[in-house]
């Protein structure tokens, strides 16, 4: 479907095939669960006759053991990667980096960019160093790190870092006239 197929009748024409097809899956379910029991006592041997329908159809579909894992939206799991960051300063490589170990999944540098640019307009990051080229510039996460229950509270999460100043030739200091 295209943009140009999008129309109110097109879209009521689409949600009904849909719901024909959620309406088959339910009765092919029912079907499943009904003759299972007689499908697994003629595979041991004994007769398809000896279980009531009557008493499989009543039967609840099993319910897998383990309740299904809650992934944290990836916006999450960014923000904790950009707290994992060194303080004195990282590139966007070395975030991709730790994306890419929690994940298992390299970001693209269009995500990293994007994420990076939010969390400037939030405030949580600055930049540390502008610098173009493939490495791209320098950044610093402002955002203090969460106390864990085992660090004391009358310490410090994080010490105050030094400034950072912009890397560049070197300049000689001007020789004394004296």
Same mark, same amino acid.
């Given at each position: 479907?295209?943009?140009?197929? =999008?129309?109110?009748?097109?879209?009521?024409?689409?949600?009904?095939?849909?719901?024909?097809?959620? $309406?088959?899956?339910?009765?092919?379910?029912?079907?499943?669960?009904?003759? =299972?029991?007689? @499908?697994?006592?003629?595979?041991?041997?004994?007769?398809?006759?000896?279980?009531?329908?009557?008493?499989?159809?009543?039967?609840?579909?099993?319910? +897998?053991?383990?309740?299904?894992?809650?992934?944290?939206?990836?916006? $999450?799991?960014?923000?904790?990667? @950009? =707290?994992?960051?060194?303080?004195?300063?990282?590139?966007?490589?070395?975030?991709?980096?730790?994306?890419?170990?929690?994940?298992?999944? @390299? #970001?693209?540098?269009?995500?990293?960019?994007?994420?990076?640019?939010?969390?400037?307009?939030?405030?949580?990051?600055?930049?540390?160093?502008?610098?173009?080229?493939?490495?791209?510039? =320098?950044?610093?996460?402002?955002?203090?790190?969460?106390?864990?229950?085992?660090?004391?509270?009358?310490? #410090?999460?994080? +010490?105050?870092? #030094?400034?950072?100043?912009?890397?560049?030739?070197?300049?000689?200091?001007?020789?004394?006239?004296?």
């Amino acid at each position: 479907m295209t943009v140009a197929d =999008l129309s109110p009748d097109a879209l009521a024409r689409l949600e009904a095939k849909l719901i024909a097809d959620l $309406e088959m899956v339910r009765k092919v379910r029912a079907l499943l669960t009904e003759h =299972l029991p007689m @499908l697994n006592s003629a595979a041991e041997g004994g007769s398809a006759a000896a279980v009531p329908a009557s008493t499989t159809a009543s039967t609840p579909i099993p319910q +897998p053991s383990e309740p299904a894992v809650k992934r944290k939206p990836y916006d $999450e799991i960014l923000f904790d990667c @950009l =707290l994992a960051m060194p303080e004195q300063g990282f590139a966007p490589k070395d975030f991709a980096r730790a994306v890419y170990k929690v994940t298992n999944i @390299l #970001p693209g540098t269009s995500t990293v960019k994007t994420f990076l640019n939010r969390m400037i307009r939030q405030g949580k990051v600055t930049v540390a160093e502008a610098r173009t080229g493939r490495n791209g510039s =320098l950044y610093r996460c402002t955002v203090s790190q969460p106390v864990s229950a085992d660090q004391p509270t009358s310490i #410090p999460v994080s +010490p105050a870092s #030094p400034p950072v100043l912009p890397v560049g030739p070197e300049i000689s200091p001007a020789p004394s006239t004296e």
